[in-house]
């Protein structure tokens, strides 16, 4: 006969008859089970650490990828394009002589603006 303390009781019943007491297994089949539990968990939690390793390494390489693109120096040509482009803010120039139509400098446009803006709200004060 085992330990009595490794007996565990249960009780089964049956339609017509009195509850009869039957042992459940010795808790060596629940260490068993524990173990299992424990071994799922286990692969569980490295899984998911893979998992969270894996979507860093994978985003540390697209920083450093976007990085050295964003970084990099421009092209004698870039910069050349960017060089008239920048001029072109800074100087009149003749889109359609024929149509009158010109490209002023920047600063010269805002004041045309700010200017037409306020003599609309002047007009709509009615001070002249």
Partial sequence: ?????????EVEFAE??????TSLPPPRTRRQARVAVAWVLGTAVVTL???VGIVHASAWTHRSAV??????????????????EAASF????WVS???????????????????AYARRADA???TP
């Fill in 97 to 115: 002589q024929k149509d009158g139509v010109c490209r002023i400098p920047v600063a010269r446009a805002r004041e045309l603006v700010v200017g």
């Fill in 16 to 21: 017509d008859e009195l509850p009869q007491i």
């Fill in 49 to 51: 650490a893979l998992l």
């Fill in 67 to 84: 990085r050295a693109r964003t970084l990099m120096t421009p092209s004698q040509d870039v910069l050349a394009v960017r060089a008239e």
């Fill in 1 to 9: 006969m085992s330990d009595p303390r490794d007996i565990i009781f």
């Fill in 124 to 126: 709509e004060k009615g």
């Fill in 90 to 93: 800074d100087r009149w120039q």
